[in-house]
């Protein structure tokens, strides 16, 4: 990171409590350089920002840098959020996801590739967690996607995994696989139905 935000996650100012305030609130002290504010948004959305970027790039060192860079552009960009758009969450999503497509363009990965399989991104999910039962519960509940995801059709996996590690749109996962969009469409839509019928259907069991 810039010198500028690598003491901004570490000077601290004591009589400025932040963690317990908003999105919103913070960022609007992150606007003004406030270091805590940056740190507490970090400590509140790195997870988050790193699990969407492994798993469009599906490399652990590159997804890391795309974390350091969002929370670069958080601090130079604050002034960009207008909470009146949305939450801060799907600016930081938006934020991630831009990012590393341009990195997957950049690095010319193809997701069928690289990208993390399904099995390696559960895996995952349970393993970054502090706390053991969370840990557990994370695990148990990503078993159980994985699953109904192995329910699926192999062209609606196929479309789901370059939606969901890939970040692509509709339009971009049909130029890929070279199908109308409508069926790409098609695709995901029954996937996302078939998933929701099985997970709900086991949920009630």
Excluded: C
Aim: proline share 4%; hydrophobic share 45%.
């Amino acid at each position: 990171w810039p010198s500028e935000v690598g003491i901004a996650l570490t000077d601290k100012h004591p009589k400025t409590p932040v963690d317990h305030l908003s999105d919103e609130a913070l960022m609007v002290l992150v606007a003004g350089k406030n270091g805590d504010a940056l740190t507490a948004l970090y400590d509140r959305y790195s997870r988050f920002v790193y699990s969407i970027s492994w798993r469009m790039l599906g490399q652990k060192h590159l997804a890391e840098e795309i974390t350091l860079d969002v929370f670069e552009r958080v601090w130079f960009r604050a002034d960009a959020f207008q909470p009146e758009k949305g939450q801060l969450k799907s600016w930081i999503a938006r934020l991630t996801r831009n990012l590393s497509i341009d990195r997957i363009r950049h690095e010319k990965i193809r997701p069928e590739m690289t990208a993390v399989s399904w099995a390696d991104w559960f895996q995952e999910l349970g393993s970054r967690h502090s706390s053991p039962e969370l840990a557990v519960t994370r695990t148990l509940q990503a078993d159980r996607v994985q699953l109904a995801i192995q329910e699926l059709p192999a062209e609606q996996q196929e479309a789901l995994a370059y939606a969901f590690f890939g970040g692509y749109s509709h339009q971009e996962i049909a130029n890929l696989l070279d199908l109308p969009l409508g069926t790409v469409k098609t695709r995901l839509r029954l996937a996302m139905k078939k998933l929701a019928f099985l997970l709900f259907d086991e949920e009630l069991g």
